[in-house]
């Protein structure tokens, strides 16, 4: 891959969720100046009754994309291919030569009361490059190219690093501003001291906490001095408060760990939940 420019992908498969997806994708490929992949995978039955119409759609959901994604001014360049594979399977081969990868949270076909596809969590769990689950009601073009506000769950450890370079990024691409969160759990105690609002316990976990913000942010700050940052340590379960962090953001960015004795990343039960639950867009980024 050295001197190719690594693109974004999107995988596409007509649903309105693809869509959306594929409207995002194109906004950060011209946004980071790299070309757009837009992919639709399938493995319908290639002979037999049936398969020239299933050709035909599979044309037509891949050359309404193309359209779609050709109407942004100043856009990227644009390519499109039919995989005959399982979605899931052709995106995570896919992400190995991406420098990112954007899915709808929901592909079509799949039930309206699922809160996230299984193509999308198969993917946000085993890409070889961050993955934007494209979530959010109502979301109908682009993310804003200029503006906006990004979440980052901060986590202990070097691996935070990462999550935290992608955030800023995002942030200095859309002259948008960052909060970043690691939150914190006090256990209770009965001894006077080590109880209520102001007890030493609590006041050495927020210390802690706040040491952790300073640690992952500072290295990637120096580098984006322009980027407005708001650190915040909060107490309480990780799930609520990154939720309630995201409500009103354009983009929640969570990191992933990479075990050598699992298939993919270990996405955990807050990822699980800000996957299924969150109101914007999620980031998965794998930690290095």
Not at 198 to 210: G, Q
Not at 215 to 228: F, I, N, T
Request: hydrophobic letters at 40%; one cysteine or more.
């Amino acid at each position: 891959m050295a001197g190719v420019e690594r693109p974004v992908v999107v995988g596409v498969d007509g649903s309105d969720a693809g869509m959306h997806a594929l409207d995002w994708a194109a906004e950060e490929a011209r946004l980071r100046g790299l070309p757009l992949r837009i992919v639709h995978a399938s493995l319908w039955e290639r002979y037999g009754e049936g398969a020239a119409e299933e050709k035909k759609a599979e044309e037509r959901v891949l050359s309404d994309a193309v359209e779609r994604a050709a109407r942004w001014a100043g856009g990227p360049q644009v390519t499109a291919q039919a995989v005959p594979e399982e979605p899931a399977v052709a995106l995570t081969v896919e992400s190995r030569a991406a420098a990112l990868l954007v899915v709808g949270h929901r592909g079509r076909g799949e039930l309206a009361s699922l809160l996230l596809g299984t193509v999308s969590l198969t993917v946000a769990g085993r890409a070889h490059c961050p993955v934007i689950v494209v979530r959010g009601e109502g979301r109908t073009g682009p993310p804003p190219g200029r503006g906006g506000r990004i979440v980052v769950g901060v986590g202990e450890g070097a691996g935070s690093e990462t999550t935290v370079a992608f955030a800023y990024g995002e942030a200095a691409l859309r002259r948008g501003e960052i909060e970043a969160v690691h939150v914190w759990r006090c256990p209770g105690s009965d001894l006077a001291e080590e109880s209520g609002p102001h007890n030493k316990r609590r006041e050495e976990h927020i210390r802690r906490a706040s040491d952790t913000l300073e640690a992952a942010l500072a290295p990637v700050a120096c580098e984006h001095p322009e980027v407005p940052v708001t650190p915040r340590p909060a107490e309480g379960n990780p799930r609520d408060v990154l939720l309630a962090a995201a409500a009103d953001a354009d983009l929640l960015v969570v990191g992933a760990e990479r075990h050598r004795h699992t298939r993919g990343l270990q996405l955990g039960p807050v990822n699980h939940a800000v996957l299924h639950h969150a109101r914007c867009p999620v980031a998965v980024v794998p930690h290095a």
